[in-house]
């Protein structure tokens, strides 16, 4: 069910969000608040390692419990209501969500590799339409479709910035465990490298789940 919110600073809800920087800094302090989404990715981030290529399904559901533990911290984040689906059910439709724009995603980035790189932007917001707006999978897609329309740099850049400190992260304890660049090399061609996984996603995990509920929310 897709809420039609007021302005920025009406009835105590969260204002808009300007442009990446902006959004960048209020995911930040909504790490810095949302204190339980860090303790959440503790536990997410050696699981998600360990067991390899089914930990994307791990990461997955840290994303969207993260997302909405993030969501309960600001106010009027959180679609509630007589009907509104439980949290163990709205996960299981965020993954429903997640996994329909990620085909969609796919083929776009085997036919041209831009249109893939587009809808992955335009798609960013699937998770906390389901998890906050309470949406189905489908409504999810529309939803991320609209919020993110004429903000694609801002959503693009938040992107972006995470991900190159979840890269920083990992290369930086992967040199620093392996003793050197040649020994990080080995190792990453060894596919050794569940240490420096773990930091990344402990580092990663929080601040993605926070930027999608600070984007859905401020992206209006």
Known sequence: ????????????????????????????????????????????APLSAVLG???GIVGAIGSAVGVYLVGARRPGSVEQGRSSNSLG??????????????????????????????LSVRLYLVIPAVMLGDDGPLEALGSSWDRTSGHGFTVAGVVIAILAVSLTIFTVVLVGTAGGVDPAIERV????????????????????????????????
Request: aromatic content about 4%; hydrophobic content about 60%; proline content about 5%.
């Open 189 to 220: 061609l060894n596919d050794e490298v569940m240490i420096p996984q773990v930091a990344r996603t402990l580092v990663g995990g929080p601040l993605g789940a926070a930027a999608m509920a600070v984007l859905y929310d401020g992206l209006e």
């Open 53 to 55: 290529s089914a930990g």
């Open 89 to 118: 059910v709205r996960v299981f439709l965020a993954l429903l969500a997640a996994l329909v724009a990620g085909v969609a995603i796919l083929v776009g980035l085997l036919l041209l590799v831009l249109p893939g790189l587009y």
């Open 1 to 44: 069910m897709t809420e039609t919110r007021p302005a920025a600073g009406v009835g105590g809800r969260n204002p808009r969000v300007d442009n990446a920087v902006d959004a960048l800094h209020r995911t930040v302090l909504a790490v810095r608040d949302a204190w339980e989404v860090v303790l959440l990715f503790v536990l997410v």
